[in-house]
């Protein structure tokens, strides 16, 4: 089983006996869906529905552990503290946590007893484990294209904070979204765009016999641009895209561009959503 030390996150631990109702009060996803075992994602939206942290999250002993980018870590600490209120919750950042994460194609037995299951993906193929720091033996190459593989995204490579919704990240399709939860900060747009089907941007998997450009490549049908590339490995990588014209380029047969690299896009296979079916305006 492939293992990986990945130095570039961190964890933030929320304690105490009104932990679990803060953050319920303030996250998107529905804390009464993650077990003991899980490792969940979720999101810290601004009041216009845009994602100003991603994390995953899982139970420790009297509250919660929050993994996150080591870059954003103090930040996203600092906005959980203004949130706080008169809440009895304690938060506290976890300079020295390793965060190690291990995989396989087949569902495997836990490498560690405090493993916890990364819900992302296919379940029981890849577990995260925060108190251990085991002899690695994957690059984060071959994480990344894991990762890839299944279309699963992530701030920083694959898109930016604060410049897109849960929907386009498909934080809705993983269970990063508690739509029937109570209210939360940046509750009324996400609500409003799973109730009207207005999601236009979504991750989609590109595939191309060429390796593929840096992330942050724009992509583009009839020269006009319609998403960006994410993060790659070799011929495959993910992008961020506008799925009304993705459509309408396949329907007219237009070549779809990474760069001057042309790839093919596809819908993750565990997602439920699909391409429109009306064609696609011009804006």
């Known amino acids: 089983m492939p293992l990986i030390t990945l130095p570039d996150r961190t964890c933030i631990l929320v304690t105490g006996p009104e932990a679990e109702d803060f953050l319920q009060n303030i996250l998107t996803l529905d804390l009464q869906t993650v077990g003991t075992d899980d490792a969940r994602p979720g999101a810290l939206l601004t009041p216009q529905g845009k994602i100003l942290f991603d994390f995953l999250i899982s139970r420790v002993d009297g ?32 300079d020295e946590c390793v965060v190690q994460v291990s995989w396989n194609e087949e569902s495997a037995s836990s490498p560690e007893d405090s493993a916890v299951l990364d819900r992302r993906f296919p379940e029981g193929t890849v577990h995260r484990v925060y108190d251990a720091d085991r002899t690695t033996s994957a690059t984060r190459e071959d994480w990344t294209a894991y990762r890839v593989a299944h ?42 765009m799973q109730h009207r ?33 994410g993060s790659s490995s070799g011929g495959r990588g993910l992008a961020l895209v506008r799925i009304d014209k993705v459509k309408n380029a396949v329907d007219r047969d237009v070549p779809v561009l990474a760069g001057e690299t042309s790839i093919t896009l596809s819908i993750p296979a565990w997602a439920r959503f699909d391409f429109p079916q009306s064609p696609s305006s011009e804006d």
């Open 63 to 94: 509250g919660f552990c929050l993994e996150c980018r080591s870059d954003i870590a103090a930040d996203f600490a600092r906005r959980l503290m203004m949130y706080r209120l008169r809440a009895r919750a304690e938060i506290a950042l976890q």
């Open 151 to 192: 279309g699963v995204a992530e701030s920083g490579s694959d898109y930016e904070l604060s410049d897109a919704f849960p929907h386009d990240v498909l934080l809705d399709q993983n269970g990063g979204v508690g739509f029937k939860k109570g209210c939360y900060v940046g509750q009324e747009v996400v609500s409003r």
């Open 197 to 229: 089907g207005t999601a236009r941007r979504r991750v989609l998997i590109a595939d191309s016999e060429a390796s593929l450009p840096a992330s942050g490549t724009p992509i583009t049908a009839d020269g006009r641009p319609i998403g960006t590339m």
